[in-house]
């Protein structure tokens, strides 16, 4: 089993910091995603990436994929309350899914009015 | 929209009873999976699908079978629930020749007592 190692596993910041979140792994991903999931309710996809290198933005979420395609960070610009949740990445290690992803454990954050 | 639905969003049963899990989703995606969500273990696969008729074992299958007579729908089911399969179960499906983008239910929290 490939694993994905996202840090911080927890993160409880102010209303209008910022913030980065990483996902680390030694495998190569064919494409990773990144999802955000609140309390009671399934994880939503956010962005996929899939060249090394990537940079994607939504709003004030910035998501980049490394060079080697091993990892990949979730900077968050002027955290908003709104943002607090769990955040999950996930690698893809062939084409299609049809093998599933491989999930890390997760971020908590919560952002403090 | 993508949409996932799931036939409960809780469910309480009794030690020895037999479960039904039901996912339905209406993109016409070929890949079906069932996960369930632990705290500090993160999400972990239990069965998978990706055409009808055709499973595969995920990382925990034990304790679990699945059906899938036809391509939206997709079942878990406990044939003997017990306590410690007490978890929030969540169903995903994503595209064949897609990047493994998987979409999600609202989960199902089941508490067996």
């Known amino acids: 089993t490939q694993l994905l190692e996202q840090s911080p596993q927890f993160l409880s910041i102010q209303e209008g910091e910022n913030l980065t979140v990483y996902c680390n792994s030694s495998?190569?991903?064919?494409?990773l995603q990144w999802y955000r999931q609140e309390p009671g309710e399934g994880p939503v996809l956010l962005v996929t990436?899939?060249?090394?290198?990537e940079v994607k933005k939504l709003k004030r979420l910035t998501f980049q994929f490394g060079d080697a395609r091993k990892d990949s960070s979730l900077h968050i610009t002027a955290a908003q309350p709104g943002d607090t949740g769990l955040y999950l990445c996930?690698?893809?290690?062939?084409?299609?899914?049809?093998?599933?992803?491989?999930f890390g454990k997760g971020t908590h954050l919560i952002i403090q009015p | 929209d993508v949409k996932v639905t799931q036939s409960s969003r809780y469910l309480v049963k009794r030690t020895g009873e037999k479960v039904f899990l039901e996912c339905v989703q209406d993109?016409?995606?070929?890949?079906m999976f069932w996960y369930r969500q632990d705290p500090g273990l993160g999400l972990r696969l239990i069965y998978f699908?990706?055409?009808?008729?055709?499973?595969e074992k995920g990382d925990i299958p034990e304790g679990y079978s699945v059906s899938r007579e036809k391509k939206e729908r997709f079942s878990l089911i406990l044939e003997s629930a017990s306590t410690n399969q007490t978890s929030m179960y969540l169903c995903?499906?994503?595209?064949?020749?897609?990047?493994?983008?998987?979409?999600f239910g609202p989960g199902t929290r089941l508490t067996v007592t």
């Open positions: 990436v899939v060249t090394g290198g």
């Open positions: 699908s990706y055409d009808v008729k055709m499973k």
């Open positions: 993109m016409d995606h070929e890949n």
């Open positions: 495998s190569v991903f064919s494409s």
């Open positions: 995903a499906s994503s595209l064949r020749d897609g990047l493994g983008e998987q979409y």
């Open positions: 996930a690698g893809a290690q062939d084409w299609g899914g049809a093998d599933g992803l491989t």
